[in-house]
């Protein structure tokens, strides 16, 4: 059995038992983690952070709420753009996700780009 | 606060969506006439306000044009109009399409409006993911009409509502009308639960439920209602600036989106649900839902990573040669209609207002609507008499 | 004989033990299960691979728990159980599915549709509610049960109601480090609620002892609490929960997490769609699918049991969803199923009144706080999905004229984002009603639209 790597001390969930399960390797926004055999993307991404994505409405981050996917308060993305709920997605060996949109999907229209430099037409 | 006694307005309008509000408030301020309007049960909240919000030129009917430029004119200044901020973004309406022969149709329309005072760009299917980079490679063509967008269609009525308000017009939410008789040469209008109103003229703006007015009065229309089916995503970066759709003559091909600033993606189009205008209710067919979600893929790839929240439908009202019944009374002096715009009368509807207000104060209008007078449907049979 | 198309939405208590009936009964039927492992959400089952016992999972429920995993266990040969299926829509005898890994669709011609799709918290909007680290009870509770985390390193838990007390004691139990549990209901129940209670006493008792072995360790408790704000940053979330005693102080306790419940509220979206008729119940102060005694719905051939039509717990569930079964197998006329009825219902029914006077009196003893709503600050999130202010929301009544809460939505956006109204819904309503001045069942209820929850566009068609 695996001895799973050292969790970093930036976590906001705290695990108290199960904790001699096999070790799974994933990135999160590029960066190396890992997480433990039947844990949840959101038990995961809230041992090596403390946010799963930020509110598109600018009141902050945000790190799940209801945890049996009702609230849908933790989408996030894999690396081709595909969503992932968080709380009911199990973590699997090699998983690439990201915390934000990643920026290819909806390259910002000419229209938009010129309203946001203050181009507003009549 | 209403009495058992009548209360005389120059004008009674009866439906309260846009094609109402926006009458009523010109009446008020354009021509300073008494303006009672009596809807059934919430301003805007029929076809007003459950469509896609597509304020457009292009796609048109050629007899439209005047009076989309016309409405246009005032979607333009509309907030400081309303003092409410109607979302109007004129971020551009984009047609696109998938086969060579649509393009050519396109191509000719672009002909076909230059004249008309609307000026559309084209673009090849390099050009159009050069500039919009979101299109599969199914997209042949697209015809853009830069200064046209959209609008917040559950905002709008009842924005247009308060101000008609405000400049004076006597607004009755919770006011179904029952019947309509005349008395002399006046128009008086019996409520359900026995309240009169009484005017000199009177204007039917009823939506789908107008044929039984305009029965009435002995001018049977070919009405049908139908149900748009609407959905809405999630928020996304917003990115997406012009209202965009499929242009084609295959119904179910007939997808349009567009996006908010908050960044939830509003789409409709192709085959349209059940609507039942007695009872008040239309659905969205699941497999309506599962068909647009793959029309929308098939010509934006990326919403197979975009999640719907809602579906909604609304009652439309569609007339048998998709024109709309516009101007006055054929048999009836001081009657006038306005309804049966095809579920695309929001972009219009400023339009609508203003040149049924000229017409009502003033006897006629400088915007062409002959094409869309409600005796074309008049047939050798008579109809039933006038009722008292 | 024609095969009777029985479909059931969800395998929790009710879903289990109706689809148990079927198969007695010699019916196959379909069972739609949002969720990868049977269990619903009381008696969610942990991963493979984990090792802790029933025992220490459900404590005194536990035999309960065992029983009902292992009589699904044994029902899976006999059922077409459908895991990871969301049951998105339903029209006049069809209900739609989708199957999250594969987004393929399905379209269920049923006979009978017994929908057991339970409940969530119910949550009253704190202000600062919206940081991370806010989370449901029932969001704590499965954090422990199903992946063996606290969701914090020092958690308050705040709001009413039986499962307040139960979280809190399980993580104290579990090693975790709770600072507070904060009641909002009086320390001392009404007669009126001590009567309901004592329907079922052994519970009563249950949650006396959960409350002395908070105290025994350490744990402040407080009752008639009113909470004032969540304190935290944007960036960092939860440092600590503000509320008022009841002696009128104010008082602050530092955490990192806080998890928040008062009680339950029902999923009620399928039978909406279902186009059921709702009635307004007072003593809950919610909208709930109108019922027989058997689970009938007013719809014809669509049945409706466990929490996701009164919230009855875990057992009562288990009868309804059996009694429920009974009564669509009685309706379709099927010869077994009828005599099976026959035998049972009687005894069933006095299990669920028995059930429902507890419900009365914990609905008494733990009131939802109604008033908290109408009194949030202007700036307090109420729509915690799109950010939405009560202050919006009070706009909407009184400078663009909503009387009703369907138009309060399309005029603020609240009940718009991608929970639908669930976490929302009733307090906007409360704060609807307050500022138009009209009672609150006379406001309105969010009309559920499909698709149940957010479907993801890749969903494909079916034949």
Same mark, same amino acid.
């Given at each position: ?21 096999p ?29 799963v ?5 600018g ?35 090699g ?14 229209t ?13 | ?37 009596l809807?059934?049960? *919430? ?21 439209q044009?005047?009076?989309a430029? %016309? ?23 984009? %047609? ?22 609307l ?18 490679? /199914?997209?042949?063509?697209?015809? *853009?009409?830069? &200064?046209?967008?959209?609008?917040n ?12 308000q ?5 607004i ?18 019996? /409520? ?5 109103? %009484? ?12 044929a ?146 000229e ?9 062409p ?11 050798? &049979? ?7 | ?33 949002e ?110 049960k ?10 308050v ?20 480090r ?11 129940p009404?007669?009126?609620?001590l ?26 408790l ?24 009841s ?25 909406d ?44 569930a ?92 399309a ?36 009309r ?8 993801m ?7």
């Open positions: 059995m695996t001895k799973p790597l050292p969790q970093p001390g930036g976590g906001r969930f705290v695990r108290l038992a199960e904790t001699a399960r070790a799974l390797h994933l990135l999160i926004d590029g960066a190396p983690a890992s997480a433990l055999e039947g844990d949840t993307l959101l038990v995961a991404l809230l041992m090596h952070g403390r946010r994505r930020s509110s598109e409405f009141d902050g981050t945000r790190a799940g709420f209801c945890l049996m996917g009702a609230c849908q308060d933790c989408w996030v993305w894999d690396e081709t753009g595909r969503r992932l709920r968080a709380c009911s997605t199990a973590v699997t060996e998983m690439a996700v990201r915390t934000t949109p990643p920026a290819s999907l909806w390259p910002v000419p229209e938009v780009a010129a309203r946001e430099r203050g181009e507003v037409p009549r | 606060m209403t009495d058992a006694t009548q209360q005389r307005s120059d004008v009674l309008i009866i439906g309260g969506g846009l094609m109402g509000t926006t009458t009523a408030l010109f009446l008020r301020r354009h021509h300073g006439l008494s303006v009672t309007l809807e059934r049960e *919430l301003i805007g909240r029929q076809a007003s306000g459950t469509n896609f919000g597509n304020v457009r030129r292009q796609g048109r009917d050629l007899s044009i005047p009076l430029n %016309r409405a246009r004119a005032v979607w333009g200044r509309v907030n400081e109009l309303l003092g409410e901020d109607l979302e109007f973004a004129p971020l551009g309406h984009l %047609r696109v399409c998938y086969t060579e022969a649509q393009a050519a149709r396109l191509e000719q329309h672009v002909r076909d409006v230059q004249p008309l005072g000026d559309l760009q084209m673009f090849s299917a390099d050009a159009l993911r050069k500039r919009w980079g979101i299109f599969s490679d /199914t997209v042949v063509a697209g015809s *853009l009409s830069p &200064v046209d967008g959209h609008a269609p559950r905002l709008a009525g009842p924005a247009f509502g308060r101000a008609a405000r400049a004076g017009a006597h009755h939410e919770h006011s179904e009308v029952a019947h309509i008789e005349r008395v002399g040469a006046d128009f008086v209008a019996h /409520t359900v639960d026995g309240r009169q109103y %009484r005017a000199g003229q009177l204007l039917v703006t009823t939506g789908a439920w107008s039984r007015f305009a029965q009435a009065f002995g001018e049977a229309v070919p009405l049908e209602a139908r149900g748009p089916q609407m959905g809405v995503t999630e928020p996304l970066a917003y990115a997406i600036g012009p209202s965009i759709g499929v242009s084609t003559p295959i119904e179910e091909e007939g997808l349009y989106f567009r996006q908010i600033t908050r960044g939830n993606i509003v789409f409709g189009g192709g085959l349209k649900g059940p609507a039942f205008a007695d009872a008040i209710r239309a659905y969205v067919k699941p497999d309506n839902t599962l068909r647009q979600l793959r029309e929308l893929r098939r010509f934006v790839p990326a919403f197979a990573n975009v999640q719907l929240i809602r579906v909604w439908s609304g009652i439309e009202g569609y007339t048998a040669d998709w024109a709309p019944v516009m101007g006055p009374s054929a048999r009836v002096p001081g009657l006038h209609y306005a309804f049966g715009f095809n579920g695309e009368g929001f972009a219009i509807s400023p339009g609508v207002g203003e040149v049924m207000a017409l009502i104060a003033t006897g006629s209008t400088s915007t609507i002959d094409a869309f007078a409600i005796g074309r449907f008049a047939t050798a &049979v008579q109809d039933q008499p006038i009722t008292t | 004989m024609t095969p009777r198309r029985v479909v059931v939405v969800g395998a929790g208590p009710a879903g289990v033990r109706a689809a148990q009936a079927l198969v007695e009964a010699g019916v196959r039927p379909v069972v739609i299960d969720g990868r492992r049977d269990g619903g959400q009381i008696y969610r089952r942990q991963p493979e691979g984990f090792t802790r016992t029933h025992a220490m999972l459900y404590g005194s429920e536990a035999a309960k728990a065992q029983a009902l995993h292992s009589d699904f266990d044994a029902l899976r040969a006999q059922i077409d159980y459908r895991s990871e299926t969301l049951a998105w829509n339903v029209t006049p005898g069809q209900l739609h599915t989708l199957h999250a890994p594969s987004g393929e669709t399905a379209t269920l011609d049923f006979d009978a549709l017994v929908v057991c799709a339970g409940a969530t918290d119910r949550l009253m909007p704190v202000p600062g509610w919206n940081r991370a680290g806010c989370y449901s009870l029932g969001a704590a509770q499965i954090a422990l199903a992946q063996a985390c606290a969701i914090g390193s020092r958690v838990f705040m709001g009413s109601g039986p499962l307040l007390y139960l979280v809190a004691a399980q993580y104290v139990k579990a090693g975790a709770v600072e507070a549990v904060l009641d909002t209901s009086s320390a001392v009404t007669p009126a609620a009567r309901g209670l004592l329907n079922r006493p052994r519970l009563l008792l249950r949650g006396l002892a959960l409350k002395a072995s908070l105290r025994l360790a350490g744990v402040t407080l009752n008639a609490v009113v909470p004032l704000r969540i304190e935290g940053t944007a960036d960092a979330g939860v440092s600590s929960v503000v509320i008022r005693d002696a009128g102080a104010e008082r602050r306790f530092g955490c990192d997490a806080v998890g928040m419940g008062w009680h339950l509220r029902a999923e009620t979206q399928l039978a769609l279902a186009r059921c008729e709702f009635d307004f119940e007072p003593l809950s102060r919610q909208w709930l699918p109108r019922i027989d005694d058997c689970g009938r719905s007013s719809t014809a051939g669509v049945y409706l049991a466990g929490d996701g039509a009164r919230i009855l717990g875990a057992d009562g288990e009868a309804a969803g059996r009694l429920a079964a009974l009564a669509a197998l009685h309706d379709m006329k099927h010869e077994r199923g009828r005599a099976m009825f026959a035998a049972e219902h009687a005894g069933l029914r006095r299990t669920l009144a028995t059930m429902n006077g507890f419900r009365e009196g914990l609905a008494q003893a733990f009131p939802w706080p109604h008033a908290h709503a109408a009194a949030l600050p202007n700036d307090a999130v109420v729509c915690r999905c799109e950010a939405v202010t009560a202050g919006e929301l009070r706009r909407s009544v009184r400078e663009l004229g909503s009387q009703e809460l369907n138009r309060a939505k005029f603020s956006r609240v009940g718009m984002g991608r929970c639908q109204g669930r976490y929302c819904g009733h307090a906007a309503a409360e704060i609807v009603a307050a500022t138009a001045s009209i009672p609150v069942e006379k406001i309105g209820r969010l559920s639209q499909a698709p149940v929850k957010p479907l566009m890749s969903a494909q068609e079916h034949d």
